[in-house]
């Protein structure tokens, strides 16, 4: 194991921080842990539609809309085309791993340092 100073790791914890922005500004939004609830929830394997969500978080069309584009940019959400009809889902591969990566460097040095 390659042993890191104190600095070091807070160098680490401070670029994670940076990686993680737009991941921790997406989903600190109350709205957005809705919709990303009910993505999480649902059983379709294909994702789910916009009037899906809309249904589901009483939120309007275009507020739905918003969100899921802040999501989209953060590297939260995907979305799939089938023809004119896009399907939003939740990828295993999410940027979400930005945060465990962040918490995991923090615990680390909290471990060794306090």
Not at 64 to 92: C, P, Q, W
């Amino acid at each position: 194991m390659i042993y890191m100073t104190k600095q070091d790791q807070l160098h680490t914890i401070k670029e994670n921080f940076i990686n993680c922005q737009k991941v921790l500004l997406a989903i600190g939004d109350e709205t957005r842990q809705s919709i990303l609830l009910v993505l999480m929830a649902t059983d379709c394997q294909t994702g789910l539609r916009v009037g899906e969500i809309t249904e589901q978080t009483h939120l309007s069309r275009p507020a739905v809309s918003h969100h899921l584009k802040i999501l989209r940019d953060a590297g939260v959400i995907l979305m799939r085309k089938e023809g004119t009809k896009n399907f939003y889902y939740i990828d295993i591969r999410t940027k979400l791993g930005l945060l465990k990566t962040l918490v995991t460097n923090i615990e680390t040095l909290l471990k060794e340092f306090y």
